[in-house]
């Protein structure tokens, strides 16, 4: 059963990395398209640098991924905090708010945003509402949810004693919060910023009904092409990203091992000499 | 406590874009397109695309399925292993996600496409080439390979979390290797399945890109029909009509899930 389930599991981690295979493959390819291969160059890799349209674009989805993250961040750690110390019913009501985004289908948030600023439009007499503050009001909206959950936990592990302890040696409130609290909670903040980050810069679906054309990001603009047929310098920039993320995330993973193991060794060390003594 | 105000920005916020703009959802689903006067017009129009409803349902059901049989033994796999190997092994689950997914479909669509790499191969080999686009078959693949992180995800997590002691006490109570996952691993997983379903079941169910891509016209998703009010055929009142009806639909489908597995905190992730 166990040897079944490691051949299964491999298939399965095939079948998840095929079209990246397929991408990677046809950034090399010098012809245009992308199922038949016709000889091997960098060309595509050249044009990319050279290209006008793309990169700008690619930093466009970074600047909205960028700001919409760290303002979500802000907001979301505070109002973590803040639900922390709310009572059962009033918390209930704010948990239930959080969950509506993330229950709701993206294409529903899509769509109800849009429907919201073109009702401000009009009432305001704003003809296109629609560019970089609405792909923006819209990135915060969905991020705020995933940094509550990843700061939550975290407050709930935390020993609630700590900040009395601090407090009876001295420390007001603020300084509590700012001297022991935020250390408790840094982890789950740093990763829910993270989380807002990669959802943010791969969003299309609900930017895709709240863009506006003076400001596109990578993904609309990915969707508007491929009613054209898709030039092969995309293949060649989703190649050299997804080994940038294949590189930081080996790294880490690396990182992480190497702390664990010393961690380990630290601890058996450790006994040994409580063994000694 | 003075912190609690700490959550007030957050909450207006959320009242501002997130419940307002549903209530005008609502608002606009109700109103004629042309005068703005109330009326039921796109509210019963939706019976016209009743059928479109009930087949992206089925569709998300059937990969819901397939996504739990293929991601259930993977999970459970990884969760049996030692710890460096896990996170390996979780992040390489993960990893496909990064990279945006209109392109890795695309790239679906250049393997499965009748003159496609799948079908180069074949007919190279002699062999007649295969329909492999343009049906509900492709879809169904689509949402497969596109939702498939999201049900390993919980499963993974609930897994690893399961007392490993429970295990040997029932061994020692002389369960067999199918007996012990009958009887302990598998009830305690639920809520993990039932959050990995859902995870997997409202994107698909509300998806455009994957049946634009990989269906043909008869695979026209509840999703298309929305995009293609606001984006092509510019009705918004009748496509926040059924935007309306898909999020009444996904509500009622995680109460009836949630009632399965009587936790009321697994949707939350």
Same mark, same amino acid.
């Given at each position: 059963m166990k040897r079944f389930n490691k051949i299964f599991t491999v298939v399965v981690l095939f079948f998840l990395y095929i079209p990246m295979i397929v991408l990677a493959v046809a950034s090399f390819n010098s012809g245009m398209d992308i199922a038949v291969f016709k000889g091997f160059t960098f060309d595509n890799y050249s044009e990319l640098f050279r290209d006008s349209v793309l990169l700008p674009l690619l930093l466009n989805s970074v600047i909205v991924a960028v700001l919409s993250s760290f303002i979500a961040t802000v907001l979301g750690s505070a109002a973590a905090i803040g639900i922390h110390s709310?009572?059962?019913?009033?918390?209930?009501?704010?948990?239930?708010?959080?969950?509506?985004?993330?229950?709701?289908? +993206?294409?529903?948030?899509?769509?109800?945003?849009?429907?919201?600023?073109?009702?401000?439009?009009?009432?305001?007499?704003?003809?296109?509402?629609?560019?970089?503050?609405?792909?923006?009001?819209?990135?915060?909206?969905?991020?705020?949810?995933?940094?509550?959950?990843?700061?939550?936990?975290?407050?709930?592990?935390?020993?609630?004693?700590? +900040? +009395?302890?601090?407090?009876?040696?001295?420390?007001?409130p603020v300084q509590a919060f700012f001297k022991v609290v935020i250390h408790e909670i840094t982890p789950g903040i740093v990763s829910g910023a993270l989380m807002a980050f990669t959802m943010s810069l791969d969003d299309f679906v609900i930017s895709y009904f709240v863009y506006g054309p003076k400001f596109v990001t990578l993904p609309v603009e990915i969707y508007n092409y491929t009613k054209k047929p898709l030039q092969p310098k995309i293949y060649a920039l989703f190649t050299l990203l997804f080994a940038a993320i294949l590189l930081v995330m080996v790294l880490m993973n690396l990182l992480q091992v190497r702390d664990m193991k010393r961690n380990r060794e630290n601890r058996r060390a450790f006994r040994r000499k409580q063994v000694n003594v | 406590m003075k912190s609690k105000s700490l959550a007030a920005p957050y909450l207006v916020w959320m009242v501002l874009f997130t419940v307002i703009p549903l209530a005008i959802v609502a608002y606009y689903a109700f109103t004629d397109s042309q005068t703005g006067q109330f009326t039921l017009e796109n509210v019963s129009n939706i019976g016209n695309y009743m059928p479109i409803l009930i087949k992206s349902i089925w569709l998300a059901l059937i990969s819901s399925v397939i996504c739990l049989i293929i991601g259930y033994p993977v999970a459970y796999f990884i969760a049996g292993c030692d710890e460096i190997l896990q996170r390996f092994l979780y992040m390489l689950v993960m990893l496909p996600m990064c990279i945006s997914f209109l392109l890795r479909t695309l790239a679906w669509v250049a393997l499965t496409e009748d003159t496609g790499i799948i079908n180069n191969i074949i007919t190279a080999l002699g062999m007649e080439p295969l329909p492999l686009i343009r049906n509900n078959g492709?879809?169904?693949?689509?949402?497969?390979?596109?939702?498939?992180?999201?049900?390993?995800?919980?499963?993974?997590?609930?897994?690893?979390?399961?007392?490993?002691?429970?295990?040997?006490?029932?061994?020692?109570?002389g369960c067999n290797g199918t007996n012990v996952f009958k009887r302990v691993i598998f009830p305690l997983s639920v809520p993990g399945i039932i959050s990995g379903f859902t995870m997997v079941f409202v994107p698909a169910v509300s998806t455009f890109y994957i049946s634009q891509k990989l269906g043909s016209s008869g695979t026209t998703l509840i999703g298309d029909v929305i995009e293609s009010q606001f984006k092509t055929a510019y009705n918004p009142n009748l496509g926040a009509a059924l935007s309306l009806v898909l999020m009444v639909m996904i509500f009622i489908c995680i109460g009836v899930m949630n009632r399965f597995g009587d936790d009321e905190e697994v949707i939350t992730l």
């Open positions: 709310m009572g059962p019913r009033l918390r209930r009501f704010t948990m239930g708010v959080t969950n509506i985004p993330l229950t709701n289908p +993206e294409i529903v948030t899509g769509v109800s945003l849009a429907l919201l600023f073109a009702f401000v439009g009009t009432m305001m007499k704003i003809n296109n509402i629609l560019g970089f503050m609405t792909l923006l009001i819209a990135h915060i909206t969905f991020n705020l949810p995933y940094v509550i959950l990843s700061v939550m936990p975290k407050l709930q592990q935390m020993d609630p004693h700590l +900040e +009395e302890a601090a407090m009876d040696l001295g420390c007001t | 492709a879809v169904v693949l689509g949402m497969v390979y596109n939702y498939l992180p999201y049900m390993i995800m919980p499963l993974y997590t609930v897994i690893m979390k399961i007392d490993r002691n429970l295990v040997e006490a029932a061994e020692d109570l």
